[in-house]
């Protein structure tokens, strides 16, 4: 009898572990998202207000780079709560993947940057320096408001 129920839970394991992976990708997944659409959604907003620049010029005032520099690093925390809060398991681990992760879109928008006429270099070199202590910030964030409930 003892045999029959270690091998009716074997299969519930299995199952648990790829659903497990799955909401690990998906929390990892939304993270991203969350950070693209809020920046993108106020880069937008800022365009249309005529704060920025048109989208096909390029911008080089220091006050406003300093601006955009702000709210992302700010929606990149949240995207790393965002990405904590949803993990299975492991919540610190999740934030600070999905900042490894925008460390590659990061080194295209620096190389994108010498390449062409983009703006000044420090800004998304910043972006790029920023992104992982911003992920990890935000799962240090969840992980206190977790532990003070």
Not at 20 to 31: F, K, Q, W, Y
Not at 40 to 48: I, N
Request: charged residues 15%; glycine residues 10%; positive net charge.
């Amino acid at each position: 009898m003892l045999a029959d129920q270690q091998t009716m839970a074997l299969p519930e394991a299995q199952v648990r572990r790829p659903r497990r992976r799955l909401r690990s990708v998906a929390a990892i997944v939304l993270g991203f998202v969350t950070v693209v659409v809020l920046s993108v959604g106020t880069d937008q907003v800022l365009h249309v207000l005529r704060v920025y620049p048109p989208w096909d010029e390029p911008m080089h005032d220091t006050g406003l780079l300093v601006l955009a520099l702000s709210y992302r690093m700010a929606y990149t925390v949240i995207g790393g709560a965002v990405a904590a809060w949803l993990a299975p398991e492991a919540p610190m681990r999740h934030a600070a993947i999905l900042g490894i992760i925008g460390l590659v879109p990061g080194a295209g928008g620096v190389v994108a940057a010498m390449v062409a006429d983009l703006g000044p270099l420090w800004y998304p070199i910043a972006i790029e320096l920023t992104g992982l202590p911003c992920c990890c910030l935000g799962g240090v964030l969840y992980r206190a408001l977790q532990t003070s409930r």
